[in-house]
């Protein structure tokens, strides 16, 4: 049987033709397709020799920034030729690998390094990487590692010439964004959705431009990516977008104005009917100002320009300016329809000696009406109720409430209503009479009131009919509606001689 396992963990030696690279130490190596890439390092003593471009003289302490690549299917070294400026010659580096590029970070070539290099596999050529994401980078270090996860560079550790690192940091490879704004203050920031919004401030100059920095968001938890600082202290991940920078019109001429909830702008100094986000128009340079965020819009008010103090107010849309016109709800007005109407009724009210046409689902909305005909009375079986001590427009009313919860009270049924409410349970349609009914309260009616406010437990009611009859005792004892009163309610009449 063959022992498939024979070669597993098993060393040999890599037969290889051409010139192989010079001994060395402290390089790094890449695997690319069907090739390797070897890169820089220390070979002890001696210059690189003749054939490789990048040859500096001998300090001895001699490191190497030569190129070599091994191709494992003709198994050939070979000098690769390169273009573009390469790093230093240097060792102790880190590199790892990406798409089609070779990454290489930081490493000793006389001093500590912090620069990070791209070589191109396709062209052969190197290029430095600009680090635009405005982010705290690595320190000027060697002997740090690196490698590659998803779409991130990670670096770990190494030295720094003074002591021994184990900061963590990570390059995302799918962030590309402009440089980070320029050293300023008297901005004002403020947050949108995952990103930070930066508007003007002063380098010296006021300026007027929008930045977007872009938060990086992600529940992965391969490291605390800290710096060798305060653990609470962490590089913000992300990338600075320009979002916006007023070229022309550097006093602001042109200036949009704009108040949440407006339908358009209104241009000061400027043409009219212009959109509403000041993109096109001229933003007056600022620092010091103002600034909040709203529904998707960054509000400015004020500041000062350098020369003026401003009190402008301008506006600019965070995201697009979708709306979709959403029709108001018939809900309230196709159930209203239903009060009265025969059709998919099934049960029918007597009040007056008229029919009026309801349906058994408004149980759900009235408590008494669900003891009706639910709890085996009489008129469960029946196929019409009637409603005594009621009229027809005040059961019309209060089914109205029943069907819809809302109800206009008139004013001329609104004491009959509240009774009819407190007779069925239905304390919302209470209150609706008795708010009507307390701009209604006069001399006339005072004491009518205040007796049905008492019957009906309504207290707003009967407080306001109290302090009205105190107020106006010498009209009010006057009317019939007191002679009512004292008759039927000796308490109602001693409590007010007794507060007079």
Not at 8 to 25: E, I, Q, Y
Not at 36 to 53: A, H, P
Not at 394 to 421: G, K, M, N, Q, S
Not at 459 to 469: G, M, P, S, T, V
Request: with cysteine; net charge negative; proline share 4%.
């Amino acid at each position: 049987m063959m022992n498939v396992m024979k070669d597993v963990f098993v060393w040999k030696d890599v037969g290889a033709l051409g010139k192989c690279p010079t001994k060395r130490s402290l390089h790094t190596m890449v695997s690319v397709g069907d090739c390797l890439y070897v890169f820089g390092g220390y070979d002890g003593v001696q210059r690189c020799n003749d054939l490789y471009k990048y040859n500096h003289s001998y300090d001895g302490q001699q490191r190497v920034n030569d190129t070599w690549r091994y191709d494992s299917e003709v198994e050939i070294w070979e000098a690769v030729q390169t273009v573009g400026t390469p790093p230093t010659p240097r060792h102790s580096h880190s590199a790892c690998q990406h798409a089609d590029a070779m990454f290489i970070f930081g490493g000793y070539d006389g001093n500590y390094r912090s620069d990070f290099h791209e070589f191109h596999f396709a062209t052969a050529s190197w290029s430095p990487v600009k680090l635009n994401c405005g982010m705290l980078t690595p320190r000027a270090r060697y002997r740090a590692s690196t490698c590659v996860w998803r779409n991130r560079m990670l670096l770990f550790g190494g030295h720094d010439g003074a002591q021994h690192l184990n900061d963590f940091f990570e390059f995302n490879f799918g962030v590309v964004g402009d440089p980070a704004p320029s050293a300023r203050d008297s901005h004002t920031c403020g947050v949108f959705g995952d990103s930070v919004y930066l508007f003007g401030g002063s380098t010296g100059q006021a300026r007027n431009e929008l930045y977007e920095f872009k938060i990086e968001t992600s529940d992965s938890s391969i490291a605390s990516l800290g710096t060798d600082l305060d653990e609470s202290v962490r590089p913000v991940r992300g990338s600075w977008v320009l979002v916006r920078e007023q070229q022309n019109d550097p006093l602001g001429e042109h200036c949009v104005v704009t108040k949440p909830g407006a339908k358009s702008a209104e241009a000061v100094g400027g043409p009219e009917n212009l959109p509403e986000v000041a993109m096109g128009l001229g933003v007056r340079r600022r620092f010091c100002h103002g600034m909040a965020i709203f529904e998707g819009k960054m509000f400015v008010f004020g500041g000062y320009d350098g020369n003026f103090r401003l009190n402008d107010f301008i506006c600019c849309h965070l995201r697009p300016d979708l709306h979709v016109d959403v029709p108001p709800s018939t809900l309230v007005r196709d159930l209203k329809g239903f009060v009265g109407n025969p059709m998919f009724s099934d049960m029918t009210f007597v009040v007056e000696g008229r029919v009026l046409y309801a349906h058994k689902i408004l149980c759900y909305r009235c408590d008494y009406f669900r003891r009706l005909f639910a709890g085996g009375f009489r008129e469960a079986r029946e196929a019409s109720v009637e409603i005594p001590n009621c009229s027809h427009a005040v059961l019309l009313a209060l089914l109205e409430f029943v069907y819809t919860d809302h109800v206009d009270v008139p004013l001329e049924i609104a004491i009959d209503l509240l009774v009819a409410a407190d007779r069925f349970g239905l304390e919302r349609l209470k209150k609706l009479c008795e708010s009507k009914i307390l701009s209604s309260v006069n001399i006339e009616n005072a004491a009518i009131m205040l007796q049905a406010a008492n019957r009906h437990s309504a207290r707003a009611l009967k407080k306001l009919c109290f302090d009205y009859i105190l107020r106006n005792f010498d009209a009010v004892s006057k009317t019939p509606g007191f002679s009512s009163l004292t008759r039927n309610h000796v308490d109602l009449t001693l409590e007010i001689i007794n507060r007079r």
